[in-house]
């Protein structure tokens, strides 16, 4: 086990993310095979970061835009629905879903994006 907090006047982090970023095998099984799923992944993480904070319309847009880049993200396409029509689209926060408290206007905000 070896411990290093420097390596030649450069912190351990900063070592570590050199050999990550420099290593050209990682870049073309991540990047070629697999079809920049890294960037993928980002993207998806931008509109996970959205809805969590409460920003359910730019949530749904980058969304939209990772399903335009890849249709393999429809599989978490009805759960996004599911979690946007209850978060958004039905005004009362309480656990009891009704009608009355049902918005046309987001929903149609929404189909928009």
């Known amino acids: ?7 030649g006047g450069v912190s351990k982090d900063t070592v570590v993310f050199l050999l990550l970023v420099s290593n050209v095998g990682l870049f ?15 993207v998806l993480l931008l509109s996970i970061a959205a809805l969590m904070e409460d920003n359910f319309l730019l949530g ?6 990772l399903l335009n880049l890849k249709h393999i ?4 396409a009805p759960a996004y629905f599911i ?18 408290n049902f918005s046309l206007v987001r929903l149609i905000s929404l189909g928009i994006i």
Do not use: E, P
């Open 28 to 42: 073309i099984v991540d990047h070629i095979h697999f079809q920049y799923n890294g960037f993928l992944f980002g």
């Open 60 to 65: 749904g847009f980058w969304f939209s835009v």
């Open 83 to 100: 979690y946007l029509l209850r978060s958004y689209c039905f005004t009362s926060r309480t656990k009891a879903c009704s009608l009355k």
């Open 73 to 76: 993200y429809m599989y978490v």
């Open 1 to 7: 086990h070896l411990k290093l907090s420097r390596v």
